[in-house]
């Protein structure tokens, strides 16, 4: 249907999350449609952004500064580390704003069979970092999912034998979520982990 | 949560159809999370395209060459035009491989309230067509909507007293439709133009 320049920018269009053919051809086309100067500022700002952007050289989030915002900031308390797998999700963290302490991004979550370790989840960097500092408690803000449990549990024993609490985002039913469509391990996890109404 | 060019990145992401704003941040922080030249093709050939793509100056569908490949076809029927109101919908239609005629695009339809009169719809332009080709249909593609209706009434009354078949695209319950779900209008309108089963 497209060929030439159009179809490679659909083909760019379509490597990014959510984006499948039929959206980026819609974008594709849109793009070449409106004003010229609109289009360039989209273009622009990508290479603005991805020139701008770099990995904090403390926790890894990806800023425009080196330190980041969060590890430069005095006022937050770096005796409290939430570990997360990416910079989105320590700022969907951050604008809850109930968070006050640092973050550190691992990059990636432990898949040994994807030749992912220790190494690639940046543990090193944390381990030094940890250490550092007079860390009283870690938050492993990973998701549930397999990776996330191998990734919870190794970074759990690596720092057993500190005197530091080591938690994670609580699991259960989803508010707003409905029995009926739970997997089954969501709810048995939901029952064990059942608590006083008056909590 | 974002600031300079990133939040920058962000507004003009969310210019595009489809994209609010959280699927821009999801986008953004995605662009500055990868390679940076994987990020860096995609600004290039959104630049690559718009510098490409111009109006066909016959029909007005973007193409990278001028005439269009269906302008410069001559194996198509230049007695059948179809309209469509943009370059996409004449690709859709185009991808069902049953029409060989030409295309028409008016890019706008008729919205007196917005300003869009008969030369924004590139009316002149379509007259012109009309009487340099002995045309014999025109097909009016364009949306049953209210914008769509108008203008299909308007360029319907332009050419009745020319020997021209003027025919618009079957309106009705979709495939796959469901009564239940169906607006009234489109089933008051259904019923009224149902149809034999043996046709």
């Keep these: 249907m497209f060929n030439g320049v159009l179809?490679?920018?659909?083909?760019?269009?379509?490597?990014?999350p959510g984006i499948g053919l039929k959206t980026a051809q819609r974008l594709a086309l849109h793009l070449i449609s409106i004003e010229k100067t609109t289009a360039m500022k989209i273009a622009d700002s990508i290479t603005d952004s991805v020139n701008s952007?770099?990995?904090c050289a403390q926790c890894n989030i990806l800023s425009e500064t080196d330190p980041c915002n969060f590890c430069s900031d005095s006022s937050r308390n770096s005796q409290v580390i939430?570990?997360?797998?990416n910079t989105q999700d320590a700022y969907l963290i951050e604008k809850l704003h109930e968070f006050k302490g640092r973050y550190?991004?691992?990059n990636e979550l432990l898949s040994p069979l994807d030749?992912?370790?220790p190494d690639e989840i940046n543990f090193p960097k944390l381990y030094k970092l940890i250490n550092s500092e007079e860390v009283v408690e870690i938050i492993l803000a990973l998701n549930p999912s397999a990776e996330g449990e191998s990734t919870i549990n190794y970074l759990a024993s690596q720092f057993e034998d500190k005197p530091i609490k080591i938690t994670r985002l609580s699991t259960g039913l989803p508010f707003g979520g409905d029995i009926e469509y739970t997997s089954s391990?969501?709810?048995?996890?939901?029952?064990?982990r059942r608590y006083l109404v008056s909590d």
């Design 53 to 55: 952007y770099k990995h």
């Design 115 to 117: 030749g992912i370790g």
């Design 104 to 106: 550190f991004v691992l």
């Design 82 to 85: 939430c570990v997360v797998e």
């Design 185 to 192: 391990l969501t709810l048995s996890n939901a029952l064990k």
């Design 7 to 16: 179809d490679e920018l659909v083909n760019n269009l379509k490597t990014m």
